[in-house]
């Protein structure tokens, strides 16, 4: 394992968070993530679902949690059935868990083989009423993948008819939009992580180095100190790039003059660190750089001030919005008479900042939430407002994570350089 050992007592108190949500009766199920192909004989690296991991802290493939609180015989309340080592998956794969390592890893007592789970269901829903499945409900998921969760809910809704089935997802997203103490070590070691790739990068970045060199630089830190690499694809867009939201080719020369927008971010341990940082490739803001830069890093300050308990997603970007379009009548780019007259939909501002300011982030980079939370303690929040004047080739993002305090939110990013004097001082020292 390249990573510290999660407290194994935080997925027991995972799990019990869940049960006080559940109807009486019921029967919890859900499956690990498959291995997807590629071509020929290939597949993509495992990752684990995530609802799966939150409960369990397995990441292992082949993997059912399943978990019936009301069961008679308490032995049978919480059962994780993991993959048997064969001697052939030993010499081809490397040994998968063993029983007591399940035990050990998960506080889950009762561990059997996966091999024999198509019966213990069996034996185990006739005993319900109630069956909780999960299903993707984030609102911004594009499923068009069949998963092995979309596959039991058939399987079982074939076999058992008449009982009532439930949607999991809806409570492990109230149950994971806030962050148990635990979590949060391993989302400031990812942010810690990255601050790491970000320095080594201030000395590295010139006219003349390719995004893709850019991106090499960052995996070879990530990697080093215990990160799986990228919490999400990196986009790395010099010049005119950086105006194009998810940029991914990462295949063009940074060149003198150009500012160069870096989105990257590491993983640890399974959770998720997300920030994006625009520097200028030669190490010296223009004037017209410096100020879009400090238009940004301004309302990023300001969003902090806003993200406060009680507020409410879509009350907070319309807040974040009109301290934007301060912003871009200062930079001449929409006049002030033109910002009274526009609607409310402030699309002038929106040409120019087309993005949401903040999402929650914790085992997903975009992570899940009820859609109309109101902030509150403990959740983790980006902040990331940016400004993309694409007739003048120039993007400028900064982002940083937060905890949202009872008092102030606590930066996890805020050891990261952000300044525009220190960028250049670092990328001139």
């Known amino acids: 394992m390249r990573h510290d050992p999660v407290d194994p007592q935080l997925f027991v108190r995972n799990r019990e968070r869940l049960r006080s949500l559940l109807k009486p009766n019921s029967i919890v199920i859900i499956r690990s993530n498959d291995i997807m192909p590629t071509n020929a004989d290939g597949v993509m690296p495992h990752h ?19 978990l019936m609180p009301d069961a008679v015989d ?4 919480e059962i994780l059935f993991v993959k048997e080592t064969s001697e052939h998956i030993a010499i081809w794969d490397g040994e998968k868990l ?40 984030h609102l ?3 499923v068009v993948v069949e998963t092995a969760n979309d596959r039991l809910i ?40 990255t601050e790491a790739g970000f320095r080594r990068l201030l000395g590295f970045i010139k006219p003349g ?69 625009t520097v200028p490739v030669n190490g010296r803001f223009t004037d017209r750089q410096r100020d879009v830069y400090n238009a940004v890093l301004r309302v990023f300050h300001g969003a902090n001030e806003i993200l406060r308990p009680g507020n409410t997603p879509m009350e907070y970007q319309k807040q974040v919005i009109e301290l934007m379009e301060a912003e871009l009548v200062n930079l001449g780019l929409i006049s002030a008479k033109d910002a009274r007259e526009q609607g409310k939909d402030k699309a002038m501002v929106k040409k120019y900042f ?64 952000i300044e525009a004097d220190e960028i250049e001082e670092l990328m001139n020292a």
């Open 48 to 66: 684990q679902n995530a609802d799966l991991y939150y409960l369990s802290g397995v990441a292992q493939e082949e993997t059912v949690l399943v």
């Open 74 to 77: 308490e032995k049978e309340r």
């Open 98 to 137: 063993s029983k007591e390592q399940a035990r050990e890893r998960t506080g889950i007592q009762r561990i059997e083989w996966v091999e024999g789970f198509d019966s213990w269901i069996h034996r185990l829903v006739p005993q319900v009423e109630h069956v909780y499945l999960t299903t993707n409900e």
């Open 140 to 142: 911004r998921a594009a």
């Open 154 to 193: 058939k399987e079982c809704q074939a076999r058992y008819p008449l009982h009532r089935y439930e949607r999991l997802a809806p409570l492990m997203h109230r149950l994971r939009m806030t962050k148990d103490p635990e979590e949060i070590k391993f989302i400031q070691k990812a942010c810690d992580i």
């Open 209 to 277: 180095v390719g995004e893709w060199e850019i991106e090499a630089e960052l995996v070879h830190e990530f990697l080093r100190r215990g990160s799986r690499g990228f919490a999400y694809n990196p986009i790395i867009g010099s010049g005119k790039n950086a105006c194009v939201l998810h940029y991914l080719e990462n295949n063009c020369i940074c060149e003198d003059g150009q500012m160069v927008l870096m989105d990257v971010a590491a993983e640890y341990g399974g959770w998720m660190s997300d920030m994006t940082r």
């Open 354 to 417: 087309m993005h949401g300011t903040s999402h929650h982030m914790g085992l997903d980079v975009h992570d899940v939430a009820p859609p109309h939370e109101p902030f509150a303690e403990g959740m983790v929040f980006t902040i990331e407002p940016g400004i993309y004047i694409r007739e003048e080739g120039l993007g400028v993002r900064l982002e940083n994570d937060v905890v949202i305090g009872k008092d102030s939110n606590f930066d996890l990013m805020g050891n990261i350089p």
